[in-house]
């Protein structure tokens, strides 16, 4: 009598699932509201009407990161920096993609007399701040400052333009 095997990946691969995938809302570009579209529909080039994801979800591990935060500027109070950096690096292994905390840390490298370190931070966030141009001028004002405590007045200056030209 032959038996029939049945590999054991194929009956794991009928318990799973692919997670569903929502595609981001459509804004008309004009007046900021929400445009309802059907799946697959064209939206003509020239339309004023943009794709832009809105938050749907909180960030990853919002009230951890909320609570390292506190404790953070609990540290910052109490002048111990060291703690303070310490704190908000745990934040960002649980939310890295959080510009402001990247902010943040580089605020607190600068500080810490690491303007090098700070600076790059600071670019670091810049580079994930998206359109929050408030973030981005202050990440440049703080590039600015760890420049001019390298003696870097050329890209210190170069950094506060940008900051300017973004509104700052």
């Known amino acids: 009598m032959k038996r029939l095997v049945v590999p054991v990946f194929l009956l794991l691969g009928a318990c799973s699932s692919a997670p569903t995938r929502h595609p981001p809302p459509v804004i008309d570009g004009r007046t900021g509201e929400q445009v309802p579209v059907k799946p697959g529909m064209p939206v ?16 990853p591990g919002g009230g951890a990161v909320v609570a390292l935060l506190d404790q953070a500027e609990d540290y910052h109070a109490a002048g111990d920096i060291n703690n303070e950096a310490a704190t908000i690096e745990r934040a960002l292994r649980i939310d890295a993609r959080n510009a402001g905390l990247w902010h943040r840390l580089a605020a ?25 141009r408030a973030l981005q001028v202050r990440n ?10 390298l003696n870097d007045s050329d890209g210190a200056r170069q950094a506060e333009q940008k900051a300017r030209d973004l509104g700052g």
Do not use: F, H, I, Y
Request: aromatic residues 4%; proline residues 12%; glycine residues 4%.
């Open 44 to 59: 003509p080039e020239d339309s004023p009407v943009v794709v832009t994801p809105l938050p749907s979800t909180p960030a």
């Open 108 to 132: 607190v490298r600068l500080d810490q007399g690491r303007p090098q370190e700070a600076e790059q931070l600071a670019l670091k966030s810049n580079a994930l701040a998206g359109d929050n």
């Open 140 to 149: 440049w004002q703080l590039v600015a400052r760890a420049r001019w405590s």
